[in-house]
């Protein structure tokens, strides 16, 4: 350790610290404790049992994991999962695991491979309590650990490696309990520090932090008796000290002190036989925990509440416990977890099963975290980490315990909060309150339908007084399901036509029943009956019209057919249609029309229908006007089997690609039809693919989709929760695809990718990669991401699910890399997470480099210049002498010509007149 920081040790000198306000940032800091679960004045009622099955997820060492033996788990801070586990330190992103091994060559790697517990503190730093090899503090800017271990000839070490518990304390402290009393780690970041220095990690560490560890003896071996360790006040914590409550007060030594003492009104139940504690401190309320009840006491009423243990033959000794943000507490045993709702004082037990098909019966759940999008993370004991939705029980999914039906159809709802649906052979009963088929009446049970028995498809109603009436095909039936007794009222024979026939209960008690061209209405319970036939031409069409749905409207009913939609008046019983024609490029065409539904807001003047292969539309009954929303606009798929509309006007359709919910809207100002979200199998559906004809909503608003594994049930509100933004973080930063360390040299890393503000590239750093995440986990492949750089560019860049930017040859100067990303419901962190790029210039590219090629262009220009006037000018002097020369040459020359002419005059004036004249012209 000399050398990595300073650590002052001192014995009897304890420090004073901050009244204790949480050890973390993290709202959902974990502490596992010792556990048995248990309760008293007021019982808690078994509320429920669920299986944890194929709606789970394994994470083992396929995916990353460094080990299936997962000791604990933890959220920090910025949202990473971190996980001990027995071979290694694991870090979390949603995509990728970091993990952290032990290398003998590295003095900064982790001192063990096994830890048993992990903290972070206000600098976000992570602690680790390891298997008896000391402590180990993870200095997360620095991607490097420091090590606390028991040394006797160091006087600046631990007292003990065998730590028997960690906590946290204050803002500044971790206290730790050790066979030789407690020891206190004291630790203060200098916040003076430059944050770039161009010095080692060593000095780096040295200068940035300072620790301090106090000794406080504890005589027999006491700390090593107390449990689950809880801070409290300014000096203190609380602990369990032979199953009772006690103040661990430090002065000289360790003192304890019965909390009764401190507390007179603390109910005497809770004074003995405790097995753990818990301290909500958000609503400063305590729970302790003996082999008979669960007590909850508040600090400020004093106020004693017992919870009962709804499951006495569980042994609940020893497991790990969690108080969620809402003040419930979890905890873990075996294969189970268990949940106590403290405000409704009911109590659920989640069993682990068949999670991803593989049987997890029996396993351990070694560890357990609620993160803070509400998902459980399991650690199991050898089997990897599960991760589980418990959003996906919101969709409840039924199917009949002996599997003899996967497929389900029509839904109707009947008496006694039951509902009753058609699969396979069967009608079965289903329990809207167990969410489960109950019972069944068997189709060979009544007299044969045509179907030979198997009923899929086929139309089911109930009427006001519980009797069902069945479509089957070619047959219609009037079924007392109560006494298990059938009426077949007529057959295929009678009207010529096989194939589905769709049935309405009406509002005034009558049956609606449809078959290819008549509409018969039954007066129950006479079962006489009116036939209307459908007018020829609505159905003469190439292929005959097959009526697909039925619903009423005020004094119309509605058809969905091959061919459109046809409306009958059932007081006129005149018949309309809603634009079929094929030709009419605004109206419906020659389409399937699968459900129908009038609007929820707005039923006299609008319908919607769910069509095969074109989506879904809403037609003005006013004006025959028809907008349609297909895959196009949004849409997962464009045949749409179902529509529900819940309290609020939400319209809840089901595809071949799940369910989705859609807001319509009415103003010129707002869209007139938008997606709210979709859900798939991820999401907790039976399947992707549901059936036609096969929804239903309850009087409570229980919504019910049938597909071709079981039937979903839901209510609207609860699968539509709000989820917070997911943290953003960079993960990691590549030049050329490498990863950039973290060092002193100018081609590294001053900070570790996540903790870095700024970042600067040398000139030859041309290609830049940076990879980030969202850390939001419940379905981290559908998270998007959208960047910009400004510099470059101020358009932002759709990324989709694509966790990397990349960057080639940027020009010097500075830029602001911002990655913004969402959820996989939609929910975006508009802030993000911004990163300052310095590109430094080459030196050719650099200001005192142009100026000095500014000045060399200008010498040499100059210089150029000053040759050629010098040149010119020796030009001219050397045709100045010519001119001189000449000049005197012609003007000799000339005189000499003049006198040679006088002399030649004078000649010749006596002997050669003629010549006289010419000669003086000459001279």
């Given amino acids: 350790m000399p050398g990595h920081f300073t650590i002052v040790t001192t014995n009897y000198s304890p420090k004073k610290t901050n009244v204790y306000a949480g050890s973390m940032r993290s709202p959902l800091r974990i502490m596992f404790y010792h556990l048995l679960l248990i309760s008293r004045n007021t019982y808690v009622q078994s509320d429920s049992t669920s299986i944890i099955g194929d709606k789970g997820v394994v994470i083992s060492s396929s995916e990353g994991l460094s080990q299936g033996y997962i000791f604990f788990i933890f959220q920090d801070s910025y949202g990473f999962i971190w996980l001990s586990t027995k071979e290694a330190l694991n870090r979390y992103d949603g995509y990728d695991f970091k993990v952290f091994r032990n290398n003998p060559e590295d003095k900064h790697s982790i001192g063990a491979n096994e830890s048993i517990e992990i903290l972070e503190d206000k600098y976000t730093n992570i602690w680790l309590n390891t298997m008896n090899k000391g402590i180990e503090c993870y200095i997360r800017e620095l991607d490097v650990f420091l090590h606390f271990k028991e040394d006797s000839s160091d006087d600046k070490a631990i007292s003990s490696n065998d730590i028997h518990w960690m906590a946290p304390h204050g803002e500044d402290e971790i206290w730790l309990g050790t066979n030789q009393g407690i020891d206190v780690i004291h630790f203060q970041k200098n916040e003076n520090q430059s944050e770039y220095p161009k010095i080692s990690i060593e000095e780096r560490i040295a200068s940035s932090y300072s620790f301090e560890v106090t000794h406080y003896p504890a005589a027999n071996n006491i700390t090593h008796e107390i449990m689950s360790i809880q801070p409290f006040g300014k000096n203190d914590m609380v602990g369990i000290y032979h199953g009772a409550p006690h103040l661990l007060k430090l002065s000289k030594t360790v003192e304890l002190v019965p909390l009764a003492d401190e507390w007179p009104q603390l109910d005497a139940a809770i004074q003995s036989d405790l097995r753990s504690i818990l301290y909500d401190n958000k609503r400063a309320r305590w729970y302790f925990v003996n082999p008979d009840s669960i007590y909850g006491w508040d600090l400020k009423t004093s106020v004693t509440t017992r919870f009962k243990n709804e499951f006495p033959d569980r042994a609940f000794a020893k497991r790990y416990t969690q108080i969620d943000m809402d003040g419930n507490i979890w905890m873990s045993f075996q294969h189970t977890i268990y949940y106590l709702n403290i405000s409704k004082k009911t109590f659920e037990q989640h069993i682990l099963e068949d999670i991803n098909s593989s049987n997890y019966t029996g396993k351990t759940a070694n560890s357990f975290l609620i993160d803070r999008s509400g998902l459980w993370w399991i650690g199991t004991a050898g089997y990897g980490l599960i991760k589980y939705n418990p959003d996906v029980q919101l969709f409840h999914h039924t199917v009949p315990p002996d599997n003899s039906a996967r497929s389900f159809y029509h839904i109707t709802m009947g008496e006694n909060n039951k509902a009753y649906v058609v699969g396979g052979k069967y009608i079965w009963q289903l329990d809207l309150d167990q969410k489960k088929l109950t019972d069944y009446l068997p189709a060979r049970g009544f007299e044969q ?25 070619t047959e219609l039936y009037h079924i007392n399901y109560k006494e298990n007794k059938s009426k077949l009222l007529f057959t295929k024979n009678q009207y010529g036509y096989s194939g589905y026939t769709p049935i309405l209960y009406s509002k005034d008690g009558s049956v609606w029943y449809v078959n290819a061209i008549n509409i018969h209405h039954f007066t129950h319970p006479e079962f006489s009956h009116e036939v209307y036939t459908i007018p020829s031409k609505f159905r003469d069409w190439p292929d005959q019209p097959f009526v697909h749905t039925i619903i009423e409207n005020g004094d119309y009913l509605w058809l969905g057919t ?7 008046h059932t007081q006129t019983h005149e018949w309309t249609t809603l634009a079929p024609e094929p030709d009419n490029p605004y109206g419906l065409g020659k389409t399937r029309v699968y459900a129908l539904l009038p609007d929820p807001l707005y039923p006299d003047q609008f319908l919607w229908a769910g069509l095969n292969g074109r989506g879904i539309c809403r037609i003005n009954l006013q004006t025959s006007e028809i907008l349609k929303f297909t895959s196009t606009d949004g849409l997962p798929n ?24 859609l807001q319509p809207g009415y103003n010129k100002d707002e869209p007139w039809l938008k997606i709210i979200r979709n859900f798939t199998t991820e999401d907790g559906l039976q399947n992707n693919e549901f059936n036609r004809y096969s929804h239903l909503i309850t009087p409570d608003g229980l919504m019910m989709f049938g597909g071709v594994n079981g039937i979903n049930s839901f209510y609207p509100d609860e699968v539509l929760k709000t989820n917070n933004a997911p943290s953003i973080a960079i993960t990691d930063i590549r030049i050329r695809n490498k990863s950039l360390h973290i060092g002193s040299d100018e081609d590294e890393l001053p900070l570790s990718p996540n903790m870095l503000s700024e970042l600067v590239l040398q000139p030859d750093q041309d290609m830049l990669t940076i990879q980030y995440t969202a850390l939001e986990f419940t379905n981290s492949r559908k998270n998007k991401f959208k960047y910009q750089l400004r510099g470059l560019s101020e358009e932002w860049i759709d990324a989709g699910f694509n966790r990397e930017a990349n960057f080639t040859k940027l020009d010097p100067g500075d830029y602001v890399f911002t990655v913004i990303g969402s959820d996989s419901e939609g929910v975006w962190n508009m802030t993000g997470r911004s990163l300052k790029i310095t590109v430094l210039p080459a030196w050719w590219q650099t200001w005192w480099f142009r100026m000095l090629s500014i000045l060399l262009f200008g010498s040499i220009v100059f210089g150029v210049y000053k040759y050629r006037i010098n040149q010119l000018k020796k030009i001219q002097l050397v045709r100045d002498g010519i001119a001189r020369d000449l000049h005197d040459e012609i003007g000799s020359t000339l005189s000499s010509i003049s006198l040679y002419s006088d002399l030649v005059r004078e000649r010749t004036e006596a002997d050669l007149p003629d010549v006289s004249p010419i000669a003086a012209q000459i001279s």
């Fill in 449 to 473: 339908p045509a179907s030979d028995g198997y009923l899929n498809g086929q139309a089911l109603i109930s009427d006001a007084v519980g009797n069902l009436w069945l479509a089957a095909s």
């Fill in 562 to 568: 091959v061919a459109g939609i046809f409306g009958f």
């Fill in 638 to 661: 464009d045949v749409i089997y179902g529509i529900l509309s819940d309290d609020k006007g939400r319209l809840w359709i089901s595809s071949n690609q799940g369910i989705s919910c």
